[in-house]
């Protein structure tokens, strides 16, 4: 149950329907974590630009939507893994890949960039941290950009995940791919 009433376009104050419009008319998200992220409009907006940039980045559609399925896994947070299992699907990553990560298990990854993708999401939110190998063969793998990416997007989305769980952002009911207990 939500911990957080939705407030509605017409209730906003100026800045926060300022910013909720800019965000909608870019194709932002406005849901979600940005039910509480617009209580602190220039949060809101933060959130949205970091979103972008991140977006824009060297890291592929794919591989950033396994980073942030590693995340929602990490966080239990359902809201979060209900948007990135579709948006995981739109971008073509198998349901085998996605029932894995539900199931903290390893997926079976071709792609040696996206199987990096995993190893450093699942090892930054385990260990707090990565160790000199992991780091290593991850930049030999990326690239020294693409792992800043990869770690900015890890931390970027775990703030997203913590605050719809802390918040009691939930998926609809009618969810194909529930995150498993």
């Known amino acids: 149950m939500a911990r957080i009433a939705i407030i509605d376009r017409a209730d906003m104050n100026a800045e926060q329907a300022r910013v909720h419009d800019v965000a909608k008319a870019s194709g932002g998200p406005v849901g979600g974590p940005y039910y509480a992220y617009i209580r602190l409009p220039k949060l809101y907006e933060a959130c949205q630009n970091l979103r972008a940039s991140l977006s824009s980045g060297p890291l592929s559609d794919r591989e950033q939507q396994i980073v942030n399925l590693v995340v929602a896994r990490h966080w239990n947070a359902r809201y979060p893994w209900f948007a990135q299992v579709r948006r995981s699907l739109a971008v073509g990553i198998d349901q085998a890949v996605i029932d894995a990560i539900n199931a903290r298990a390893t997926p079976s990854l071709s792609d040696a960039r996206e199987r990096t993708c995993f190893a450093v999401a699942r090892e930054l ?24 990416a990869l770690v900015a997007t890890t931390g970027s989305f775990s703030m997203t995940c913590m605050t719809a769980s802390s918040f009691g952002v939930e998926p609809p009911a009618a969810n194909p791919t529930p995150l498993a207990q």
């Not at 260990?127 to 950009?145: F, I, N, P, V």
Request: aromatic letters at 4%; a negative charge; glycine letters at 8%.
């Open 125 to 148: 939110l385990a260990a707090k941290g990565l160790s000199d190998q992991t780091y290593a063969a991850a930049e030999k793998t990326m690239g020294l950009e693409s792992l800043v």
